[in-house]
């Protein structure tokens, strides 16, 4: 997953100066756009007092921002690599002006690591802090019954290829992100039809639990390494897991598989197979899931994937290009998942 460059202007002078102020943070002396997600805003903050990162949040509720501080907060006292944030004068982590809201947390040097950077040993560690962010997520936060959980309909996707395609045909000038596009959607339309019969039962409902809700490359941040290139050693563990927007009740063996779906994925489509076991070897083992909880997760998935259309959405529904660069890897993944649907899933539950 490449990152995504800022293109979000420069935070107001009078909006930075008021934020300073509710955290005490001393005097700013500079405040610059880093990488933006998909989902919010970051700053990188200089200060008197140091170094931050500002998060101004394009979605979500004061509320519920708050109960993810709370959250990391208790993850980071059971000595989870969790940042909290910086807490106001009166014990508050969320501040909203205009009706935006704001988070200041302290900032983490770092960088990401794609899981094809990681030996067999990091890996392994990978899923073992996966497993245990699940077990205790369980034990800080206060059990809640599961939303509902139905699988895709194939005749709702067959209605978006339609729609997609037609949007497609239509550009004027085509371009090679719109050649392909077209053909992934025809020969998504081919293997839905092929495997319509697959879809997941209802029923049987997974294991729920609380998770992170987007743990993938970015975010996570390993340390630096060395100027001599050193420093990215066996024992190496992330030093700050990111992003806790999406923190939620979910099936957790499918939060295991959608991350290294996303970690182990090289840039041709293929999935790194002896990575995802050694991965997911650790996660059951620090997570307590079994071989068959992991193996559904893995059908589950793969369903979702093959009814999935959301980077076309955003480009040809929405008008929105920044999801683009995901797109070929992604659309090829689902093709060749399809062909080693059993090495996939043995990867997972062996």
Partial sequence: MPPVQPSHPPLPAHTLRT?????????????????QGLLNRGYQL???RGRFFLKHH?????????????????LAAHG????????????????VLGGDCFALHPWIDGRHRHGCELSRTQSRRLGALLGRVHTQLARVIPAEPAPPHPSADPEDSYEVIGELLARVRAR????AFDELAERRLV?????????????????????????HGDFHPLNLLYGEDAPDGSGAGEGRDPVAIVDWDRLGVQPRAEEAVRAAVIFFLRPDGTLDLRRVRAYARAYREAAGADAGELGAAV????WERLNDFWMLRWRYQLSDPRADPLFPPAAALVQWWTTHYDPVRNAFAD
């Fill in 19 to 35: 934020l300073v102020d509710r955290y005490a943070a001393g005097q700013p002396l500079s405040c610059r756009p880093v990488a």
């Fill in 46 to 48: 200089a200060t008197t």
């Fill in 58 to 74: 394009l979605d979500g509720e004061p509320e519920a921002i708050g109960r993810q501080h709370h959250a990391t907060a208790r």
């Fill in 80 to 95: 989870l690599p969790v940042v909290p944030p910086v807490p106001d004068a009166e014990g508050g982590t969320v501040t």
């Fill in 172 to 175: 004027s000038a085509p371009d």
């Fill in 187 to 211: 020969e998504r339309r081919a293997l839905l039809r092929r495997c319509a019969g697959q879809r997941p039962p209802e029923g049987g409902e997974p294991v729920a639990g609380w998770v």
């Fill in 299 to 302: 059908h589950r998935v793969w």
